[in-house]
């Protein structure tokens, strides 16, 4: 799904260019369990420094609901890094090419691969930017890893800003003990962080992306849920909240805690959880660690 505006049109080539494909496993290792309850956790991992394998370990174990295991869960994850021979070597200097993120001295194991095959997950990873210089052969973009199967998956290119910025989205679908089937289409959001002044400025750039997200989900008629960093320095003040409001209006009200820790003890509230569709309940929290990203982790509950 592209946006129709010409300048968005005309970056997007170039800027695909220097990422590796799309990856796509749909199925998860295990046979996922029975049940009416979902988690869903949206994360900037703030590329590769976040610990995302300690995060799964710690809400499979039922840390943070109440000692109560989780088995069948959602990850929502931006800024995700993929290193391998797939990302092209060489690259034209004239491309865009976004500063790298991350620790000079990498893990093995933060390549969100190798995390969602340590776990089983099913993964669906969308590069969006390169990961630095040309000859580092590494991209970053959005990824939903999965305990239930990947289905109806498509992309969203969100309006063009100053970076390019992906939307994965797909559905799972599970059932109840003893009950009905049921289905939930989720959405991976990061917006721009640009200041954009010579195109409206910030509040009207993410507004526009927040219009071609409700536009993409438009068509869903079954429970519908948009999770990630919207990059709402206003917070419940920028037109793109309100619009999303209207558009899933079925969460609770999570507002004013802060999200985002940024240098000098700024903070910010930026991660946002968005639910449409009939559910019978939908709580959603901060979690009460960052696990090395200078965001935290927020978890949506959902009952069928």
């Not at 580092?136 to 992309?155: F, H, K, M, W, Y």
């Not at 003990?177 to 289409?185: I, Y």
């Not at 209006?249 to 999200?259: E, L, M, V």
């Not at 309940?281 to 901060?286: D, E, G, K, L, P």
């Amino acid at each position: 799904m592209h946006p129709t505006d010409p300048r968005s049109r005309d970056a997007a080539p170039r800027w695909c260019a220097t990422v590796g494909p799309v990856f796509l496993d749909t199925n998860p290792l295990a046979q996922p369990a029975e049940t009416a309850t979902l988690a869903v956790i949206s994360w900037n991992v703030h590329v590769g420094a976040g610990d995302v394998d300690d995060l799964v370990f710690r809400l499979k174990r039922g840390d943070f609901t109440d000692g109560e295991p989780v088995t069948d869960f959602v990850l929502l994850l931006q800024e995700v890094l993929r290193r391998d021979d797939t990302v092209p070597a060489d690259i034209d200097r004239r491309l865009p090419t976004p500063r790298r993120i991350g620790r000079r001295s990498r893990p093995s194991d933060d390549d969100v691969r190798v995390v969602a095959r340590k776990h089983g997950l099913a993964l669906l990873y969308v590069p969006a930017m390169r990961n630095g210089a040309a000859a580092q052969r590494e991209d970053r973009g959005n990824a939903i890893a999965s305990t239930l199967p990947l289905d109806d998956v498509r992309i969203l290119e969100l309006p063009f800003v100053r970076q390019r910025r992906v939307v994965p989205i797909a559905t799972v679908e599970g059932r109840a003990p003893a009950g009905p089937r049921w289905r939930l289409r989720v959405a991976d959001v990061h917006f721009d962080t640009a200041v954009a002044l010579a195109h409206g400025g910030p509040f009207s750039a993410r507004r526009r992306e927040a219009d071609a997200l409700i536009a993409a989900l438009a068509d869903s008629a079954i429970p519908t849920l948009a999770g990630g960093d919207f990059n709402t320095w206003l917070g419940d003040r920028e037109a793109a909240i309100a619009a999303l409001r209207r558009a899933f209006p079925d969460a609770p009200r999570w507002t004013s805690t802060s999200t985002w820790r940024g240098p000098l003890g700024i903070r910010a509230s930026v991660d946002r959880v968005f639910v449409r569709g009939t559910v019978r309940s939908v709580t959603i929290r901060r979690l009460p660690d960052r696990f090395g990203s200078d965001h935290y982790p927020l978890l949506a509950r959902l009952t069928f």
